[in-house]
């Protein structure tokens, strides 16, 4: 009973770099989101699609790009990284007609930009 | 958009004391409510959730909510609290499928 799986669980990176965070759900969920987590300010959403080939901008995007073309895949994509990406980043999916909104998260992967 | 505001930022109880953490949330139509934890090194952990029907909803683990819609509250209660209780709490409020969490509230159980 995989969930949701992110890979991978820890990540350093130097300033300018480019690199892919994945997620992949196996319960046919049609809502898929991506966190970050920083110390004192939460989980804030970065990019949420609601179904396949859809995506949507959460509160804090930039620098972020995200694609949604399997229901069981939403991939993160930092195109340029900066130190102020270094984060926790949590994906996370749920069900419209059955979840109420309940989230299921990934175990989360630790991101360090140097 | 829904704030979502949690007062305590971090509180420390003695094993069998009585936990209460507030959360309140800015949003004046239906909403969905939700506490989750997370223990140390681990991901966020569904504890109750409120969508609709009796106010005072329990969770796992002994722990309950009361939503007071007036208030706009969400305040999460454990009677007695032990040692393994010891992690982060996040409220959240889910709002027209935009779910918004609070700044967490840090929990440390001295036994």
């Known amino acids: 009973n995989a969930g949701v799986t992110q890979t991978p669980k820890f990540q350093v990176l130097k300033t300018g770099q480019s690199m892919t965070l994945q997620c992949a759900q196996d319960?046919?969920?049609?809502?898929m989101s991506w966190y970050r987590q920083d110390p004192g300010m939460g989980l804030r959403l970065i990019h949420y699609?609601?179904?396949?080939?859809?995506?949507d901008q959460g509160e804090v995007p930039n620098g972020y790009n995200v694609s949604r073309s399997t229901t069981e895949d939403f991939p993160l994509r930092l195109l340029s990284a900066a130190p102020s990406q270094t984060s926790v980043y949590f994906c996370?999916?749920?069900?419209?007609?059955?979840?109420?909104?309940?989230?299921?998260f990934g175990e989360g992967s630790r991101l360090t930009v140097l | 958009a829904q704030s979502v505001s949690q007062h305590n930022h971090h509180v420390i109880l003695s094993e069998a004391a009585s936990l209460e953490l507030g959360c309140n949330y800015s949003?004046?139509?239906?909403?969905?409510l939700f506490w989750y934890v997370q223990y140390p090194g681990q991901h966020l952990q569904l504890l109750l959730k409120?969508?609709?029907?009796?106010?005072l909803v329990k969770g796992i683990k002994g722990f309950e909510a009361e939503f007071i819609k007036s208030k706009f509250s969400f305040n999460l209660r454990k009677p007695s609290v032990q040692w393994s209780d010891t992690a982060e709490y996040f409220c959240?409020?889910?709002?027209?499928?935009?779910?918004?969490f609070g700044a967490g509230t840090r929990l440390t159980v001295k036994p």
């Open positions: 996370a999916s749920s069900s419209y007609t059955t979840g109420g909104g309940e989230l299921f």
């Open positions: 319960m046919n969920h049609e809502y």
């Open positions: 699609s609601v179904g396949a080939g859809i995506t």
């Open positions: 949003y004046g139509g239906t909403v969905n």
């Open positions: 409120y969508f609709s029907g009796d106010p």
């Open positions: 959240a409020v889910n709002a027209d499928n935009d779910m918004r």
